[in-house]
Structure formats: C-alpha cells, structure tokens
C-alpha cells in the first residue's frame, strides 16, 4: 500500500478546466498531469494543437525523417502550456530511455531530449507520442488549492486520450467517462 502522506498527490491525472477558466489560457484544455508531490506539480495540456506539425519541428532541427510517413506530415504540435513556450516537451510510451526521460507511469514518460526526436524521424522511436511547446506548472500546493477552488475537475489519466487527435472533443471525454457534461456546469465555483 502506497504512502498516506502521499496520497492526495495526483501524478498520472487529467486536468480538465472548468468552465470558470474561459477566457484563459486554460479554457476547455486537458492537461496530462505527469508529476506532482511536495514539490509543486508539472502538466503538459494535449488538445490545444498548434498550426505546427511534427514534420516543422524535424526541418527546424535539421532532423532528416521518412517523408512518406503520414504522421510526420498530419500530427500536429500542441501548445503544452504557458510555461518554457520555447522548450520541446514529449509525452511519450516508456519502454527505451532518452535523455532527460521523466518516468509518469511505468507505461508514460515525457522526456525534452532532441534524440527522441532524432530516433522518432528514424522509425526508432515510441509507438505513441506527442510533441508539446511548453508546460504546465503549478508551485507547492497551488494546484491543490486551486481544485479546491473548483477550478479543475480530476480524472485518472488514459492512454487512448492521451495519445488521440480528437483534440476538441478530449474535455468533453474525459468528463464523460467521469459522467460529468461539461455544458451543465455553471461557470460560478461553489461549495456546499
């Protein structure tokens, strides 16, 4: 059994922004929460995609990829948050280990590495990936007062999600599979 004192910590969880967060950067965005404990917690949101795709960022590298590949050319780059917005975060399958590989779950690392990128344009990389611009990043017990505060509904991670195109339907379903319809709820935080 895990450690009480670490149990209200929330690593490998979505962060859907309530409706209180529009007009923001965060309105209708899903953040895959990758670490969090005493230290604060780190995010990378994986529905707000770029006009970036995955083929720009290997030309701005002067990384040589397969150009037949189709994921290269339709999988787009993801505004990862407002945070390090000129810094590469990737979201990734764990398996092999890159550099600067942060572990999330035994099945999700997410690394910064260019060799990732490297060995992702070579065929050598993950199966399942995403490439974000910027994080996340909330400082020790920020987030938690902010959920607190209703300002994130939580949900256990999910694979498929995480890894889906699907960017304008992902907070709708993530809250579905929690039973929650985002559209019903009011912008105005409360408590009972």
Not at 69 to 96: M, N, Y
């Amino acid at each position: 059994m895990g450690d009480p004192a670490q149990s209200h910590f929330l690593g490998n969880q979505f962060l859907v922004a309530m409706p209180q967060l529009a007009g923001s950067y965060f309105a209708n965005t899903v953040t895959y929460l990758c670490k969090h404990d005493e230290q604060g917690a780190l995010g990378v949101v994986i529905n707000k995609p770029l006009g970036a795709r995955v083929i720009d960022i290997f030309h701005e590298l002067d990384i040589s990829c397969d150009l037949q590949d189709s994921r290269f050319t339709t999988q787009r780059i993801l505004s990862g948050g407002p945070v390090e917005r000129d810094k590469g975060f990737i979201v990734h399958d764990a398996g092999a280990r890159w550099d600067s590989s942060i572990p999330a779950t035994p099945e999700i690392s997410v690394c910064t590495s260019q060799k990732i990128l490297r060995d992702i344009a070579s065929g050598r990389g993950p199966d399942n990936y995403l490439i974000a611009l910027g994080c996340a990043g909330w400082e020790p017990g920020q987030l938690e007062r902010e959920i607190s505060e209703n300002v994130w509904l939580t949900a256990p991670a999910q694979h498929d999600l995480i890894f889906s195109d699907n960017y304008g339907s992902k907070s709708k379903e993530v809250a579905a599979r929690l039973g929650v319809d985002l559209q019903c709820l009011s912008p105005a935080a409360g408590h009972s």
